[in-house]
Nanobody, 121 residues
Framework: VQLQASGGGLVQPGGSLRLSCAAS????????MGWYRQAPGKQRELVAT???????NYADSVKDRSTISRDNAKNTVDLEMNNLKPEDTAVYYC????????????????WGQGTQVTVSS
């Protein structure tokens, strides 16, 4: 299973961006997909997650200006962030958790390669 993320880049404060991630490979089901981020010198932290039933969870720092969405059929997850702030600068990682490659197989989790988001004027 591979997670391919896209959509990062340089954004001005107050701007918006959309991160996209697609999971490919032999996949039977994915419980949750989401985004995490890691700023220099800090631990990786949750940004937002969404389950296969569309239950969402957001970090307090982004919940009023972000929307996570998912296409279960395509195994994709998108994150739209608005009113970006310099403190949003980080490497953003896509995550797939509770992945079953075949019915009845054990759950696994996967990380994407990360995409840099820089918020600066």
């Amino acid at each position: 299973v591979q997670l391919q993320a896209s959509g990062g880049g340089l954004v001005q404060p107050g701007g918006s961006l959309r991160l996209s991630c697609a999971a490919s490979g032999t996949i039977f089901s994915i419980n949750a997909m989401g985004w995490y981020r890691q700023a220099p010198g800090k631990q990786r932290e949750l940004v937002a997650t969404i389950t296969s039933g569309d239950s969402t969870n957001y970090a307090d720092s982004v919940k009023d200006r972000s929307t996570i969405s998912r296409d279960n059929a395509k195994n994709t997850v998108d994150l739209e962030m608005n009113n970006l702030k310099p403190e949003d600068t980080a490497v953003y990682y896509c995550n797939a958790d509770g992945v079953r490659l075949r019915p009845g197989w054990n759950y696994r989790y996967y990380w994407g390669q990360g995409t840099q988001v820089t918020v600066s004027s």
